[in-house]
């Protein structure tokens, strides 16, 4: 992300020669690319079709000093009432996935993850089923080393293509990628995703959609997927488990507005219906509060603010 001043009209009709005129949107409400369905207009919003037009427009973007965001599904943002006074650039168009060799997965950055789940099984590969109920991008995945079931994106990723700082393109290898829990070398850097190399094994197709299967079941019955929200919404602290926290201190069903503590499973904040980002912010504010003075615990969000609050 950059600081810099609103886009003025010499730097919209550059950008409006980089893409289609489908493909940039001006003053675009983000609740309709976020999966908790919220948030006010960002100022320019625009959907790259190669890598090509990716990195002319962050060259553009670094040298005019105007602010942009990336985005892949959306999932695990909330952006302000207020909108985002700068450009969001989404990566959802770049979602090729292929066989690279005989168990290596090739993904774009915007390939959606139970996408590349369902590819790995109808090419016999097992390692990624843990995967297939993570909402969001395999770009995402990658900068917070997702993980699920008890599998994450270090035990399967041989490298990582990025565009660094200075647009030049990064191979990064697993090492490299420094994963840790919920974090990886990308997080705080000024990176941009573009593909992953997915490490599988070959297996059985009849048992990977059996597991896929399973723990497709086990989402439903534990997490509110019925309601929209950006998964799960607080890192696990260490020693404990952020839903009991949040259950053990009385918040189970709480609600700020139309933001709820999720009654099914309390580590998720959920839209019941018609929630702002503000209240959705409150809500995160209020749980934090309650469960440091009950336990001593700092709850810290999984979900990545966007705006003014």
Do not use: W
Request: charged share 25%.
């Amino acid at each position: 992300m950059r600081e810099g001043k609103s886009l003025n009209s010499e730097s919209l009709d550059y950008l409006r020669q980089i893409v289609t005129d489908e493909n940039i949107r001006v003053d675009e409400p983000m609740s309709r690319h976020t999966t908790f369905r919220t948030g006010g207009p960002a100022s320019l919003f625009m959907r790259v079709s190669d890598t090509l037009q990716l990195m002319k427009i962050k060259s553009f973007l670094d040298k005019a000093g105007e602010q942009y965001f990336i985005i892949g599904n959306g999932s695990n943002i909330l952006v302000s009432d207020k909108g985002y006074d700068g450009v969001v650039i989404s990566l959802e168009m770049l979602r090729k996935v292929e066989l690279r060799k005989e168990k290596t997965v090739y993904a774009q950055a915007g390939a959606l993850n139970s996408a590349i789940a369902s590819f790995a099984r109808d090419n016999s590969l097992t390692g990624f089923e843990f995967a297939a109920g993570i909402p969001g991008t395999i770009g995402g995945a990658m900068i917070m080393n997702a993980g699920a079931y008890g599998g994450e994106m270090k035990m399967i990723t041989r490298q990582v293509e990025v565009i660094g700082p200075d647009g030049e393109e990064i191979v990064l290898d697993n090492d490299a990628m420094e994963f840790g829990y919920r974090t990886s070398a990308i997080k705080g850097r000024n990176y941009i995703v573009l593909s992953a190399l997915l490490s599988l094994e070959k297996g059985d197709v009849s048992l990977i959609s059996e597991k896929m299967t399973e723990l497709a079941k086990k989402r439903k019955e534990k997490q509110p997927l019925e309601y929209p929200s950006a998964g799960s919404t607080f890192k696990r602290p260490e020693g404990y488990f952020a839903g009991k926290l949040i259950e053990d201190s009385g918040l189970k069903g709480f609600s700020v507005g139309g933001a709820q503590v999720s009654e099914k499973h309390c580590g998720f904040v959920v839209n019941k219906g018609g929630a702002t980002s503000s209240d959705i912010y409150e809500l995160i504010q209020k749980v934090q509060t309650r469960v440091n003075d009950n336990f001593g615990v700092v709850l810290e969000p999984e979900v990545i603010m966007i705006g003014e609050f």
